[in-house]
């Protein structure tokens, strides 16, 4: 029976995780051209996309790969220097590595030009790179042959993972004789053992004019999590035939004190194999649809047990009510432990924009120090998926828009380098992530003119600078004096707050003339399940997200009765808006007498929203509406009740929006009536 797994689509999938793998060693590696272990890195990287091509059918990709790391080997042997240049090269051969993953038998002939270029530039790289750390002492005889001693322990799961110590083993007895004795001091009793994990350990000593190099080369992709010690023999041992002792004396390894400056040990460090309990940090890939199906799953789980609690509360069978209540307890940990799945670390999507301002700040002849903090920052899968477009737009106007040329950041008194920020923190129930520059600032004449050219604000209307920087995300607008290939022709800022708002969340801008500009996001961690407050408007009943809620007060009994837009609460010495629900959903029962006022967050505002009850909170599963009520801005969603009714979700911001216009269109009604 068929599987319904592509092993193209398996291996174009670790594919990109080593290519992106490559990309970060080698923007590293421009940074710090003397790490060594950078170097490594990516030649592992390469190493490993030319045998998974080769293995699953991808010749293209194995071949050029194979020209790639024949020309970067010399990097790796410190015959040629890191530069600036050779990074960008490596990186055109990364980006043509890619086509021809993800486009065979199109872009072969494309790379020709591209390993040309690498070759010359390793070739003429300058002077050589600084000797590795790891380098075989010199032989004192003068023979090129020399013995050396090597004693490793495979990683606990290098067995599942495919790896076979054998052929290790025949690779080494490749670069010469040798002798190989099993290490069996760590084997288990037959009742603790576990067939998958790796319990022999090896002591080979080997006769080879190859080096030290060449034989950290047989275990250059399994160096992490094992334990390795390479160092020269002591005395040369005869070399007969390469055999297993029948019945071994357990060699220990040497401790790493006592190590001469050839040992190579493991980075992973040693572990024991005890059983499975050491394999707990261990993962595998799963769909991304599934856990969709699994997260909607657990909404209609949540969705049931909301109802049987209704249920319960009015019924007197208290074997119903502790079936309720244990109910409740589980869907709650299995809400929380679905939703911890779906959340992934914000660096994952932060080490996308790396290579961006690599390559903006070549275009634009400019020169940026990108930084990231808050890497750590965990949102859900579909938010970060969705993201990566709206962030792209906004460092490239950071780095377009606000970095100065060095030229004019050297006039102003600036350092020549460029910074751009990026950084996420967790804030309550939202995430924040603010892109923040050390540019010319924004231009807020600049702005408002071109806004009143647009026709977009009258030229005597007076409008805070908060709301006149909004205007930079109206749809065609942009104050860049020319168009470039970069920006300026007013197209990406609108989509970048369309995306923000069908997200849930808001941008806000903030700006000191001559020192930079930030733009911090506020997104909901995730879109699925959230707590929202349930009010009731008249006949109907609505969900507040819980995130926007600041506190609940009692509408005094002056504020039901004033007009002529004068709709102001004082909280504690501070003025706060408010609008009535019942006005803009145009609600035909009379009023509760005594109403109550949500303060909710807007933006940088706080406004009221005047319910006839507060009901209280509950676990709300989003259900998108049709796509007949597309254009309904005002609601963000639904969800269903425990009793199985439909509670419409607010979006506060847009509802705020809208009830600003609507209060504004009352105004002047009432002005003309009372004229």
Same mark, same amino acid.
Request: proline share 6%; hydrophobic share 40%.
């Given at each position: 029976?068929?599987?319904?797994?592509?092993?193209?689509?398996?291996?174009?999938?670790?594919?990109?995780?080593?290519?992106?793998?490559?990309?970060?060693?080698?923007?590293?590696?421009?940074?710090?051209?003397?790490?060594?272990?950078?170097?490594?890195?990516?030649?592992?990287?390469?190493?490993?996309?030319?045998?998974?091509?080769?293995?699953?059918?991808?010749?293209?990709?194995?071949?050029?790969?194979?020209?790639?790391?024949?020309?970067?080997?010399?990097?790796?042997?410190?015959?040629?220097?890191?530069?600036?240049?050779?990074?960008?090269?490596?990186?055109?051969?990364?980006?043509?590595?890619?086509?021809?993953?993800?486009?065979?038998?199109?872009?072969?002939?494309?790379?020709?030009?591209?390993?040309?270029?690498?070759?010359?530039?390793?070739?003429?790289?300058?002077?050589?790179?600084?000797?590795?750390?790891?380098?075989?002492?010199?032989?004192?005889?003068?023979?090129?042959?020399?013995?050396?001693?090597?004693?490793?322990?495979?990683?606990?799961?290098?067995?599942?993972?495919?790896?076979?110590?054998?052929?290790?083993?025949?690779?080494?007895?490749?670069?010469?004789?040798?002798?190989?004795?099993?290490?069996?001091?760590?084997?288990?009793?037959?009742?603790?053992?576990?067939?998958?994990?790796?319990?022999?350990?090896?002591?080979?000593?080997?006769?080879?004019?190859?080096?030290?190099?060449?034989?950290?080369?047989?275990?250059?992709?399994?160096?992490?999590?094992?334990?390795?010690?390479?160092?020269?023999?002591?005395?040369?041992?005869?070399?007969?035939?390469?055999?297993?002792?029948?019945?071994?004396?357990?060699?220990?390894?040497?401790?790493?004190?006592?190590?001469?400056?050839?040992?190579?040990?493991?980075?992973?460090?040693?572990?024991?194999?005890?059983?499975?309990?050491?394999?707990?940090?261990?993962?595998?890939?799963?769909?991304?649809?599934?856990?969709?199906?699994?997260?909607?799953?657990?909404?209609?789980?949540?969705?049931?047990?909301?109802?049987?609690?209704?249920?319960?509360?009015?019924?007197?069978?208290?074997?119903?009510?502790?079936?309720?209540?244990?109910?409740?307890?589980?869907?709650?940990?299995?809400?929380?432990?679905?939703?911890?799945?779906?959340?992934?670390?914000?660096?994952?999507?932060?080490?996308?924009?790396?290579?961006?301002?690599?390559?903006?700040?070549?275009?634009?002849?400019?020169?940026?120090?990108?930084?990231?903090? &808050? !890497?750590? /920052?965990?949102?859900?899968?579909?938010?970060?998926?969705? *993201? @990566?477009?709206?962030?792209?737009? =906004? $460092? %490239?106007?950071?780095?377009?828009?606000?970095?100065?040329?060095?030229?004019?950041?050297?006039?102003?008194?600036?350092?020549?380098?460029?910074?751009?920020?990026?950084?996420?923190?967790?804030?309550?129930?939202?995430?924040?992530?603010?892109?923040?520059?050390?540019?010319?600032?924004?231009?807020?004449?600049?702005?408002?003119?071109?806004?009143?050219?647009?026709?977009?604000?009258?030229?005597?209307?007076?409008?805070?600078?908060?709301?006149?920087?909004?205007?930079?995300?109206?749809?065609?607008?942009?104050?860049?004096?020319?168009?470039?290939?970069?920006?300026?022709?007013?197209?990406?800022?609108?989509?970048?707050?369309?995306?923000?708002?069908?997200?849930?969340?808001?941008?806000?801008?903030?700006?000191?003339? &001559? !020192?930079? /500009?930030?733009?911090?996001?506020?997104?909901?961690?995730? *879109? @699925?399940?959230?707590?929202?407050? =349930? $009010? %009731?408007?008249?006949?109907?009943?609505?969900?507040?997200?819980?995130?926007?809620?600041?506190?609940?007060?009692?509408?005094?009994?002056?504020?039901?009765?004033?007009?002529?837009?004068?709709?102001?609460?004082?909280?504690?010495?501070?003025?706060?808006?408010?609008?009535?629900?019942?006005?803009?959903?145009?609600?035909?029962?009379?009023?509760?007498?005594?109403?109550?006022?949500?303060?909710?967050?807007?933006?940088?505002?706080?406004?009221?929203?005047?319910?006839?009850?507060?009901?209280?909170?509950?676990?709300?599963?989003?259900?998108?509406?049709?796509?007949?009520?597309?254009?309904?801005?005002?609601?963000?969603?639904?969800?269903?009740?425990?009793?199985?009714?439909?509670?419409?979700?607010?979006?506060?911001?847009?509802?705020? /929006?809208?009830?600003?216009?609507?209060?504004?269109?009352?105004?002047?009604?009432?002005?003309?009536?009372?004229?």
């Amino acid at each position: 029976m068929s599987t319904g797994i592509d092993p193209a689509e398996t291996f174009r999938q670790e594919a990109r995780e080593l290519l992106d793998a490559l990309e970060q060693s080698l923007l590293d590696l421009e940074q710090r051209p003397d790490r060594h272990d950078l170097v490594d890195a990516a030649f592992r990287a390469l190493h490993t996309l030319k045998g998974s091509g080769s293995m699953f059918g991808f010749d293209e990709v194995a071949d050029f790969v194979h020209e790639f790391e024949t020309a970067f080997d010399k990097v790796r042997k410190g015959m040629s220097s890191v530069s600036p240049g050779l990074v960008t090269v490596a990186l055109a051969a990364r980006d043509h590595i890619q086509k021809l993953i993800e486009q065979p038998g199109q872009h072969a002939p494309a790379g020709r030009p591209v390993l040309e270029a690498l070759r010359k530039i390793v070739e003429t790289g300058g002077a050589p790179a600084p000797e590795p750390v790891v380098s075989p002492a010199p032989d004192p005889s003068g023979s090129a042959v020399k013995a050396w001693r090597i004693v490793f322990r495979l990683p606990d799961d290098a067995l599942a993972f495919g790896t076979n110590p054998l052929l290790l083993l025949d690779e080494l007895r490749e670069l010469g004789p040798c002798r190989v004795t099993a290490l069996t001091d760590r084997i288990p009793t037959l009742e603790t053992m576990e067939p998958t994990l790796a319990y022999l350990g090896w002591d080979v000593v080997l006769e080879t004019d190859g080096g030290l190099e060449k034989i950290e080369d047989v275990f250059l992709f399994i160096r992490d999590g094992m334990e390795l010690s390479i160092e020269p023999a002591s005395t040369t041992v005869p070399m007969t035939a390469a055999a297993v002792a029948a019945d071994p004396v357990p060699a220990p390894v040497a401790k790493s004190e006592d190590r001469p400056a050839v040992s190579a040990p493991a980075r992973g460090g040693a572990k024991e194999a005890t059983g499975p309990a050491d394999r707990a940090g261990s993962s595998m890939r799963v769909a991304a649809e599934r856990l969709d199906e699994l997260m909607d799953r657990v909404g209609e789980l949540v969705i049931a047990q909301s109802r049987l609690t209704q249920i319960a509360s009015a019924s007197n069978d208290l074997n119903l009510k502790n079936v309720a209540e244990e109910l409740e307890r589980l869907a709650s940990g299995l809400r929380d432990t679905t939703m911890g799945i779906r959340m992934v670390p914000i660096g994952s999507l932060f080490g996308r924009f790396r290579r961006l301002v690599h390559d903006l700040s070549h275009d634009l002849g400019k020169k940026i120090e990108f930084v990231t903090t &808050g !890497e750590e /920052t965990e949102l859900d899968k579909t938010m970060i998926e969705r *993201l @990566a477009d709206p962030l792209v737009h =906004l $460092i %490239r106007n950071s780095i377009d828009h606000g970095i100065e040329s060095p030229e004019k950041r050297l006039a102003a008194g600036k350092g020549e380098r460029g910074r751009v920020k990026l950084s996420a923190i967790h804030s309550g129930a939202e995430v924040a992530i603010s892109i923040s520059d050390d540019g010319k600032g924004l231009d807020a004449k600049r702005i408002r003119a071109k806004a009143e050219e647009a026709g977009l604000i009258a030229p005597d209307a007076k409008i805070a600078d908060a709301e006149l920087y909004q205007m930079i995300f109206h749809p065609g607008f942009s104050t860049a004096g020319e168009i470039t290939a970069v920006s300026g022709r007013g197209v990406g800022m609108d989509v970048v707050k369309r995306t923000i708002e069908g997200l849930r969340g808001s941008i806000d801008l903030s700006t000191r003339p &001559g !020192e930079g /500009t930030t733009a911090t996001l506020r997104l909901p961690l995730t *879109l @699925a399940i959230i707590e929202g407050m =349930l $009010i %009731r408007v008249g006949n109907g009943r609505y969900s507040i997200p819980l995130s926007a809620v600041e506190e609940c007060v009692e509408l005094p009994p002056a504020a039901e009765f004033c007009d002529q837009g004068r709709n102001f609460l004082n909280i504690r010495g501070s003025l706060v808006p408010f609008l009535r629900l019942r006005e803009l959903f145009r609600t035909a029962t009379p009023p509760d007498p005594y109403q109550k006022v949500v303060i909710v967050s807007a933006g940088e505002a706080r406004v009221g929203l005047v319910v006839d009850q507060i009901i209280g909170n509950s676990q709300t599963v989003i259900k998108s509406l049709s796509k007949l009520h597309a254009d309904v801005e005002t609601f963000s969603g639904a969800t269903i009740l425990g009793d199985g009714t439909v509670a419409l979700i607010l979006d506060v911001m847009n509802l705020v /929006t809208f009830g600003q216009k609507l209060e504004s269109r009352l105004r002047g009604e009432r002005l003309r009536r009372a004229a």
